[in-house]
């Protein structure tokens, strides 16, 4: 090979290395409650959306086996070429965003960025709530880490936030069981169980990415005059104002507008329930992480 072409391919490798599209993860579909509307309020990007379908649910799962498969799936995505990985995953940014941010993110590549849902979340609280009581529905793993308690805690600590584990409410939205008769007795128990804790709350924070499929049954059992607050409109904003504050990140995501999915699980099913969840005909492919 001569000199030049030597060049070019070294010069081709490190552009390839220094932008590519942004990450977006998932335990499996409920990220896409996230990425529809971090496309829709960011069309330009490029994304790679990839749920562990094979290995979910999460939110059941220990601290170390959260943290141990988020870390697998953002190397997977740093190795796809993302530059900026969001954890569309309110129990992997409560598990294992902050172990990622301060430990690995320096030995897999200190330029690149991992960022949660949680904080943007919090952020908006305030906003919502005029009793400043709140309510947070999310998976075990997210209440037991009392994640969002903490952050609204550090934001605004004139409010009083309650947290309720919803642990078979994932399964219903993996299975596509969630439009069921049947979901409705798990819908209630659990709104109940938490209005039951502070009969002040008047905002309910979804706080976990597959619930907003949930959101007509749960509109149903929770009383009018309380709020019921799915992510993705918060989410997106805030990336979108992360991305104006950071241009040195930025301009390491490429924008030709292409969005490609990947599972852990079989293709067929996600491309299935997928395109059912967005609205439109996805092409999934299928691999293996680590
Ligand atoms: N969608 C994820 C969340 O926001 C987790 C679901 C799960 O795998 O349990 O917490």
New binding site residues.
């Given amino acids: 090979m001569n000199i030049t072409l030597s060049f070019f391919y070294i010069c081709m490798k490190q552009l390839s290395t220094k932008a590519g599209p942004i990450g977006i993860f998932?335990?499996?579909y409920?990220?896409l409650t996230i990425f529809e509307y971090i496309r829709k309020e960011l069309p330009q990007y490029d994304y790679i959306y990839l749920g562990d379908n094979a290995r979910?649910?999460?939110?059941?799962r220990s601290f170390e086996i959260v943290y141990e498969f988020t870390l697998q799936a953002v190397t997977k995505l740093f190795e796809m070429g993302c530059q900026l990985v969001i954890l569309a995953?309110?129990?992997?940014s409560a598990k294992a965003l902050r172990s990622i941010q301060q430990n690995d993110l320096q030995n897999l590549d200190p330029s690149r960025r991992v960022l949660g849902i949680i904080r943007p979340t919090a952020e908006i609280i305030d906003e919502l709530t005029t009793s400043k009581h709140v309510g947070i529905l999310?998976?075990a793993?997210?209440i037991q880490s009392k994640t969002y308690e903490m952050e609204i805690a550090k934001l605004f600590p004139h409010i009083i936030a309650s947290g309720q584990s919803c642990p078979m409410w994932?399964p219903l939205v993996e299975n596509n069981e969630y439009n069921d008769a049947g979901a409705d007795f798990f819908v209630k128990k659990y709104i109940d169980s938490l209005l039951l804790k502070d009969s002040s709350i008047d905002s309910i924070i979804l706080?976990?990415?597959?619930y907003p499929l949930l959101y007509n049954k749960i509109r149903e059992y929770t009383p009018e005059h309380i709020k019921i607050i799915p992510q993705g409109t918060y989410v997106a904003s805030s990336l979108k104002d992360y991305l104006q504050r950071h241009p040195e990140i930025d301009i390491k995501c490429t924008k030709n507008g292409v969005s490609k999915f990947f599972t852990t699980e079989s293709h067929e099913k996600f491309q299935e329930i997928g395109s059912m969840f967005l609205n439109q005909q996805i092409e999934v492919e299928q691999i293996t992480i680590p």
């Avoid at 979910?56 to 059941?60: D, I, K």
């Avoid at 995953?89 to 992997?92: E, G, I, R, V």
């Fill in positions: 998932d335990s499996g409920g990220g979910a649910p999460y939110g059941s995953c309110n129990t992997a999310g998976t793993g997210t994932v706080g976990c990415t597959h």
